[in-house]
Nanobody, 119 residues
Framework: QVQLVESGGGLVQPGGSLRLSCAAS????????MAWYRQTPGKQRELVAV???????TYADSVKGRFTASRDYAKNIMFLQMNSLKPEDTAVYYC?????????????WGQGTQVTVSS
C-alpha cells in the first residue's frame, strides 16, 4: 500500500528556516521524479520543486534561491530545506511522485504538513 507522510512543518517568523521531510513507502520511488507541492485555501495546488531520479532539481520561480530539495534514495525520503521564509510561503506542503500517484482512479495525497510564516 502506497503511503506518503510529510512532516517538519510549523510556525516560523519571516526570514526563518524549516526543513520538511517526506517518507514514501509501498512502491518503488527511486526510478521516478518526486516533487513538493503546496496549497493554500481556495487555491490550486502549486508545484514548488522537483527532484529527478538522477538528482537534478527544478524550482518554482517564487522559491528559487531560498528552497533546496533533496532525496535519500536508499531510504525513500525527500527533503525540502526552506530558508528566508516569507509570509507568502504559508501553505500546506505535500509531496508526491511525478506523475502523481493514482489509486482506484483517484489521485493519492498524504496529509501534508502545515507551514505558517508569521511574526
Amino acid at each position: 500500500q502506497v503511503q506518503l507522510v510529510e512532516s517538519g512543518g510549523g510556525l516560523v517568523q519571516p526570514g526563518g528556516s524549516l526543513r520538511l521531510s517526506c517518507a514514501a513507502s509501498g512502491s518503488i520511488f527511486s526510478i521516478y521524479s518526486m516533487a513538493w507541492y503546496r496549497q493554500t485555501p481556495g487555491k490550486q495546488r502549486e508545484l514548488v520543486a522537483v527532484v529527478t531520479s538522477g538528482g537534478s532539481t527544478t524550482y518554482a520561480d517564487s522559491v528559487k534561491g531560498r528552497f533546496t530539495a533533496s532525496r535519500d534514495y536508499a531510504k525513500n525520503i525527500m527533503f525540502l530545506q526552506m530558508n528566508s521564509l516569507k509570509p507568502e510561503d504559508t501553505a500546506v506542503y505535500y509531496c508526491n511522485r511525478v506523475p502523481v500517484i493514482s489509486t482506484a482512479g483517484a489521485d493519492y495525497w498524504g496529509q501534508g504538513t502545515q507551514v505558517t510564516v508569521s511574526s
